[in-house]
């Protein structure tokens, strides 16, 4: 059984419903495609459309989970977020206005309002500094203490991520600590700048199944405490039910289904989706009639397919077992329901709910 020292935070509870989404967005992708140009053998280029017409929008006091498996492109669009890469088309909005990598000031300025959480908390620290190294350079980059409060605000910081005492963290170095407290040290690096936005990229598929829940808990009480915005992006879909208040579903670049998180889990549209929860072991949860998985009578679901060839229409269709001939000719639009879920299916062209 997982272990919870953040005061049994139950992440699901904070709800705040259908009006949160009058809220404009802090952070938005629109549109956003990213191709990258790969180089061979002899001289010979190919390119990864590894991202399609992805838009996501990321709002103050909002838990957003992107869910997919390795490769589907999730990375790749917190990236965008994080402005590593310059989008092929679309663009990134912070605050409704478009941004762009940059350097310097502009940068400084971007990144004091979002800042990633990585998935490896040991290669994210630099190895041969302390903690208080790691948060002491954050705060003096951006400014955000003096000389005469900057002990006092590192300790606040390691307070704040349940490092206590925290005299006994801020002198060790990374090796010292256990991966779950390495992953709060980055969480407080993040927070060192005071962002709207976080990014978490996978931030606890690299710990002890002991420890993961602890992190989650406390990405939620932060979400609470701070009002931030956040991303949270994971392979696992049980624990995207657990922390978000919504759901969006990747498969190979394209996004295939979203909405609310238990309309996501309790009702799945997608065919991608229901193998995500056929994957997922939960007894409470049946996904067809009978509680057999769309996918009994598929003796293997396939693979993913190359990003650099990939199938036309909808990249899914060869793994799918509904899979018509609309599938592999192009990709559905999008079919809105009343619930706020929304699909990119061809079993649903009108729009009625499965």
């Not at 941004?99 to 004091?112: I, K, L, T």
């Not at 951006?142 to 005299?167: C, F, Q, W, Y």
């Not at 979400?223 to 392979?235: F, K, S, V």
């Not at 909808?314 to 799918?320: A, E, I, L």
Request: net charge negative.
């Amino acid at each position: 059984m997982l272990s919870d020292t953040d005061g049994g935070v139950d992440a699901r509870a904070h709800d705040r419903g259908p009006e949160a989404g009058a809220e404009p967005p802090v952070l938005e992708a629109v549109d956003v495609t990213m191709h990258f140009t790969v180089r061979g053998g002899l001289g010979r280029t190919s390119t990864v459309r590894a991202l399609e017409h992805a838009s996501l929008q990321l709002r103050r006091g909002r838990i957003v989970a992107l869910v997919g498996e390795s490769g589907s492109g999730k990375t790749t669009l917190a990236r965008l977020f994080a402005l590593m890469y310059t989008p092929t088309s679309g663009e990134i909005r912070l605050r409704g206005k478009a941004v762009a990598p940059g350097r310097g000031r502009a940068a400084r300025e971007y990144y004091s309002e979002v800042q990633m959480v990585f998935q490896d908390p040991f290669a994210s620290l630099n190895s041969m500094h302390t903690v208080r190294h790691n948060l002491r350079r954050a705060l003096l980059i951006h400014g955000r203490a003096g000389k005469n409060d900057i002990e006092e605000r590192m300790l606040d910081l390691l307070e704040r991520v349940s490092l206590t005492p925290t005299k006994d963290f801020i002198d060790k170095l990374p090796h010292e600590l256990s991966g779950g407290q390495r992953q709060r040290v980055a969480i407080a690096r993040a927070l060192a700048v005071g962002p709207k936005v976080i990014l978490g990229d996978e931030p606890i598929s690299m710990l002890d199944v002991s420890m993961r829940l602890d992190i989650l808990n406390l990405l939620a009480r932060l979400r609470d405490e701070e009002e931030l915005a956040l991303l949270y992006i994971t392979h696992d879909i049980a624990s995207a039910r657990y922390l978000a208040e919504e759901i969006h579903v990747m498969y190979a670049g394209q996004m295939v289904e979203g909405g609310p998180a238990e309309e996501i889990i309790q009702n799945p549209q997608h065919p991608y989706t229901r193998l995500l929860l056929d994957a997922s072991p939960d007894p409470a949860r049946t996904v067809t009639a009978g509680g057999s998985s769309v996918f009994a009578d598929v003796e293997d679901s396939g693979e993913p397919p190359n990003l650099a060839a990939p199938p036309p229409g909808c990249r899914f269709h060869p793994r799918c077992p509904f899979a018509t001939d609309d599938c592999r000719r192009a990709f559905p639009a999008r079919t809105e329901h009343p619930t706020g879920q929304w699909v990119h299916c061809w079993l649903y062209p009108s729009g009625a709910s499965a």
